[in-house]
């Protein structure tokens, strides 16, 4: 079973910019970046296919970018000109169906492995 292990959570400074990481146990099709702030309900901030596609939610568009790096097998995801409203705990996500819509991939469904999370927390 696929494994995913998040890091790089922190606390920052409206404007500034963070990188987080998520290591995987193996290749996945379809993986995502959620988010969910306290008192509020999970939310997809960004998904990468295989092939490379991704999409972003019009929150972060933008200002985020996420990524993988092949040789490290690692799903990064570069927030940068962050907000306060950015702050919660962010998820590493994976699947297997990037034949869906671009909106489907943002939804958590569609998803079967989740990460611990790692913390962010923008000051204003």
């Known amino acids: 079973q696929v494994q995913l292990v998040e890091s790089g959570g922190d606390s920052v400074q409206a404007g500034g910019s963070l990188r987080l990481s998520c290591t995987a146990s193996?290749?996945?099709?379809?993986m995502a970046w959620f988010r969910q702030a306290p008192g509020k309900e999970r939310e997809g901030v960004a998904t990468r296919c295989a092939d490379g596609r991704t999409t972003y939610s019009d929150s972060v568009k933008g200002r985020f970018t996420i990524s993988k790096d092949f040789a490290k097998n690692t799903l990064s995801l570069q927030m940068d000109s962050l907000k306060p409203e950015d702050s919660g705990m962010y998820y590493c996500?994976?699947?297997?169906?990037?034949?869906?819509?671009?909106?489907?991939?943002?939804?958590?469904?569609?998803?079967?492995?989740w990460g611990q999370g790692t913390q962010v927390t923008v000051s204003s």
């Open positions: 193996g290749d996945n099709i379809l």
């Open positions: 996500a994976a699947g297997g169906r990037c034949w869906l819509s671009a909106s489907r991939r943002m939804q958590e469904e569609t998803y079967y492995t």
